[in-house]
């Protein structure tokens, strides 16, 4: 029996085929004979039905045949792929898992505890948002930070994070505490950023099939996968999403990564165009969680820019881009008043407006093309035409608005990631160890492996050229430049490393298994048979007929070969790769408010100091009790203790924070000059380690860029600091309070004017020390709580600034405002000349801090020559013999005749230069044990500062009288 039927083209041909197969009993065998034409799209077949089987033939070979054996397998086929499928499905689970999991070391170890210090500034504000409204939350006017000026928090907070936690305690979790929430939120939403940086991978794979038309089983879901299980767990996200550190870092990445993938997903082709609506909104989203948004937009606004010159411009993409931007910026600018208008006028954000505008021009030249019928010539003369003007009239705008001010200058962070040198010009901003470079070290602890996978992943993106994966290459390129800059950036290098790391992973996993599982593809044909002498069906590899079949099985060998070599380095690269993230999760899970330590006898205790100072504050002081104590801890102190601070971490008041490092490294009487009118309690934190005397060179050096009298000539304070490894304080370093109350009773001579100041209180383990500051100008603290006092910007408003007292007139009168290299708008005059000179050598003093050094310590003796009567001086401290730390110290350095030894001394006359000529209690000094130990170079040093050689000791015993005997 045989039925002749009239083919289709090719590809429905095998579809029909595909069916007929699959419907034949167990003893029915199909055959399917198609002729191939070079030169005609059709083929005709006929279908012949023997004796229970079913051929299909042309004329010509080879065959393509259909059997039970074949059809049993492509049902065996479908079943493994579910079984694939929901073991992916099971990885993305156990990856998310994971996410969550390793962020919650910290909960397990120390508890439900806000970590840092900017958490607890978070988790105030959100107590106050759930507890008093939206409405009030945006006009709250603190007057317990900043003291005496208080801070608007309702315009100068980010909103999005203690919204999201509100909202989840009214809506989700209402049975949770709200502190409950805030610890956990990191770990939540660092579990939902992995999840999207999978998705970034997905669609970069996926788009890339899309344009190669592949319609095989896709490397996508592998390569989203295994990003996402990175992603969980690369110690670079991990650094700010650790449970108990609710910080805006913790939601802004989830916030980024989501608008990265809408992003990515809506240029897939020109109908994806509408999802640029949910790539604003996500974008707002990050707009109010973190103001890092300037990334997010930059990076997606170059993006738009470069699709452009990579040719790869088209409505789809315009109309994505313009969605993104107008809903992300008008949500922004309407809802947000810590933005206001500054997507308009900030510099740091005219480059995506500038493209934004572009795309207007370019998409009216493509309507006139398409209307007008244009060809390409015409066309390019068109967008010059258009283009040009439009650059005509932005240049003559900027340069119309630039004298007015209108546009915001560029901040210190950006502009020291745009600058040839490591500094921004702000003390305040270079003193923050994380504003530093990052090393080779840095990368390597916080990517490990992924600095060698992620390359592999980069390179298949340059292979498959798609709009998503330019994102990848583009994100890649930016972030790793911006971490080089700064090293708190490793973060932003998170996402894009470990989705590139995902992809070469997704593709080699995908690859290898098939080459030993032979999954089918979607498309296949059924296998190839011809006719041999016999008349026999033989199955065959190739229709040509090119290669044989031992050349066929050394490719599939050297295939297994390969794809066991990638098993063999992920199983060994694997593990090491989990193991060292958990053993960086353990590291980043020690919150700095209580960490764990052990005794001298081994005993493992914690160290929970800082909360016990706080807590004391709370119970044994005045609710209006304020408390001086340098700006980190300002957040804790107000979060905890709910008391008054002079500053916190916030750097929005340059020259409050400088008032406030006068007060503490200037000399113990300045310094309670400056706090009777400010504060009732003044907090040290001591014990060593990264302690306020540690820290104070930074201190110093903030103050003198506001008050320049601190260190004259010197814009880094070389001055202030430690002389030698053995922690010996400079003098003015000695002389400052905040060195008088850290090492007062715990170092031999070191005492606290008991006139002025008070020991309240130490801690456990001595990290803080308290102490109350005696006659306060009561005066003072009544004008500054008068409301009568404070300067409203409207009569009844609600954002009211307070003053500083009278009591502090002379003291502030001595400041100059620090002005910000990068702000231009301010016009240049002969009275910035001392500016200019400032900064001047603070770049040159921070470049080469030795020399810096050399010529403080100069310019200190300069000073001293010229304020004293040196032969008195000299006679006096020659006539004092007594032994001392200074004594014992030149004594150490001239005994070892090492040439380190003298530069230290050297580095110790020029900062004072009568050390050159204290004697101990025998009546000997430097020059004497100059000569007891032969040392000539101290001897010239000695020399050089005038010491003599004719003073004798108490046995009369004259320098030269040594070196006889």
Not at 210 to 237: D, N, T, Y
Not at 447 to 460: D, E, K, R, S
Request: overall charge positive.
């Amino acid at each position: 029996m045989a039925a002749s039927i009239k083919a289709k083209p090719r590809g429905s041909a095998a579809k029909s085929l595909s069916k007929m197969a699959a419907k034949t009993t167990a003893k029915a065998t199909a055959t399917a004979q198609v002729k191939s034409s070079t030169s005609a799209t059709e083929t005709t077949a006929t279908i012949e039905t023997t004796m229970g089987t079913t051929t299909a033939s042309t004329t010509g070979t080879p065959t393509t045949t259909v059997t039970t054996e074949d059809a049993s397998s492509l049902g065996g086929d479908h079943v493994f792929r579910w079984v694939y499928f929901f073991f992916l499905g099971y990885l993305l689970m156990l990856a998310l898992w994971k996410a969550y999991d390793i962020r919650l070391g910290a909960i397990r170890e120390y508890g439900m505890v806000i970590h840092e210090f900017d958490p607890w500034f978070n988790y105030r504000a959100t107590e106050y948002l759930y507890y008093n409204g939206w409405e009030r939350f945006c006009t709250w006017f603190d007057y317990k930070s900043w003291y005496p000026l208080g801070r608007p928090v309702g315009t100068t907070i980010y909103p999005g994070l203690q919204l999201t936690a509100v909202f989840l305690k009214n809506h989700i979790v209402p049975s949770m505490s709200l502190n409950d929430i805030c610890c956990l939120m990191p770990a939540w939403f660092g579990a939902v950023a992995s999840f999207f940086v999978g998705l970034m991978a997905y669609e970069s794979a996926y788009s890339a099939e899309l344009e190669r038309k592949q319609k095989s089983p896709s490397f996508a879901m592998e390569c989203g996968i295994a990003a996402a299980g990175i992603m969980a767990i690369v110690p670079a996200h991990l650094m700010r999403s650790i449970g108990g550190g609710f910080d805006n870092e913790s939601l802004a990445f989830t916030t980024m990564t989501g608008t990265y993938y809408f992003w990515c997903r809506s240029i897939r082709d020109d109908k994806s165009w509408p999802i640029g609506v949910l790539t604003g909104i996500m974008y707002f989203y990050m707009v109010a969680v973190w103001g890092g948004y300037i990334f997010v937009l930059n990076m997606v606004g170059c993006h738009a820019g470069i699709l452009v010159l990579l040719g790869r411009y088209s409505t789809g993409v315009y109309r994505s881009y313009s969605l993104f931007f107008f809903v992300g910026t008008f949500l922004s600018i309407y809802t947000l008043p810590v933005v206001g208008w500054a997507p308009l006028k900030s510099l740091e954000q005219m480059g995506p407006l500038l493209v934004f505008l572009v795309y207007q021009l370019i998409e009216i030249c493509e309507i006139i093309k398409r209307k007008k019928g244009l060809n390409q010539v015409q066309a390019w003369e068109l967008r010059f035409r258009v283009l040009g003007w439009g650059l005509l009239v932005s240049v003559a705008v900027g340069f119309l608005l630039t004298p007015s001010g209108y546009f915001g200058p560029l901040s210190a962070r950006v502009r020291g990631l745009l600058v040839k040198h490591t500094r921004t010009g702000n003390p305040l901003v270079d003193s923050v160890a994380e504003h530093q470079p990052a090393s080779s070290r840095a990368y390597m602890q916080y990517m490990g492996h992924l600095l060698f996978i992620a390359p592999v992943g980069l390179n298949i993106c340059f292979w498959h050229f798609t709009n998503a994966s330019t994102f990848l290459v583009l994100y890649a390129f930016i972030s790793y430049y911006f971490s080089s800059k700064m090293v708190r950036f490793i973060i932003l290098l998170g996402p894009g490393m470990s989705a590139l790391g995902g992809i070469a992973v997704g593709h080699g996993l995908s690859w290898s298994f098939k080459q030993f599982l032979e999954v089918p593809e979607k498309n296949s044909v059924p296998p190839v048979l011809k006719k041999n002498k016999k008349g026999s069906l033989v199955r065959v590899k190739y229709e040509n007929g090119v290669q044989n079949k031992k050349e066929n099985e050394d490719i599939i060998f050297f295939k297994k070969v390969m794809a066991g070599l990638f098993f063999f380095l992920l199983y060994q690269l694997g593990p090491k790769f989990y193991h060292r993230c958990h053993n960086m999760a353990r590291a980043l899970s020690n919150p700095s408010i209580m960490y764990k330590a052990q005794t001298s006898k081994g005993d493992v205790i914690i160290v929970d100091d800082y909360r016990e100072a706080y807590w004391w504050l709370k119970a044994n002081t005045p609710e209006d009790a304020r408390i001086l104590a340098w700006w980190d801890y300002g957040y804790q102190i107000a979060g905890i203790a709910n008391r008054t601070t002079i500053a916190d971490g916030n750097t929005w008041n340059h020259e409050h924070i400088a008032l406030l490092a006068r007060a503490l490294t200037h000399t113990e009487e300045e310094g309670y000059r400056v706090s009777r009118h400010l504060a009732d309690y003044i907090l040290i934190w001591g014990g060593g380690g990264g302690d306020d005397l540690a820290k104070s060179p930074h201190l110093a050096r903030i103050a003198n860029s506001v008050y320049r009298d601190m260190c004259p000539g010197d814009p880094t304070c070389r001055s202030f600091g430690y002389v030698d490894r053995q922690r010996t304080p400079s003098p003015m370093m000695e002389a400052s309070m905040l060195y008088k109350l850290h090492s007062h009773g715990s170092k031999p001579g070191v005492e606290a004017d008991p006139n002025k100041f008070s020991h309240v209180f130490d801690s456990k383990y001595g990290k803080v020390r308290i102490f109350k500051v005696l006659n306060i100008s009561e005066e003072s603290k009544n004008f500054v709580a008068d409301p009568q006092n404070r300067i409203c910007d409207a009569g009844g408003g609600w954002f009211c600034r307070g003053q500083y007292p009278p009591g502090l007139a002379e003291v502030l009168s001595k400041a100059r405002t620090f002005s910000q290299l990068e702000d231009f708008n301010k016009k240049k005059s002969s009275g910035n000349t001392e500016d200019d000179e400032y900064m001047r050598k603070y770049f040159e003093h921070m470049a080469n801090p030795t020399k810096a050094k050399k010529e403080a310590s100069l310019e200190h003796s300069k000073r001293i020559f010229s304020q004293k009567d040196l032969s008195a001086e000299k006679k006096k401290a020659a006539e004092k013999w007594e032994d001392n730390k200074y004594t014992t110290l030149l004594w150490e350095l001239i005994s070892k005749k090492n040439n380190k030894d003298i530069k230290t001394m050297a580095e110790m006359f020029s900062e004072d230069p009568l050390l050159a000529f204290i004697r101990s209690s025998d009546g000997r000094g430097p020059m004497w044990w100059a000569y007891e130990y032969k040392n000539e170079a101290a001897v010239k040093l000695l020399l050089k500062y005038g010491v003599s050689l004719q003073e004798k000791d108490k046995n009369g015993m004259t320098p030269l009288d040594l070196l006889k005997d």
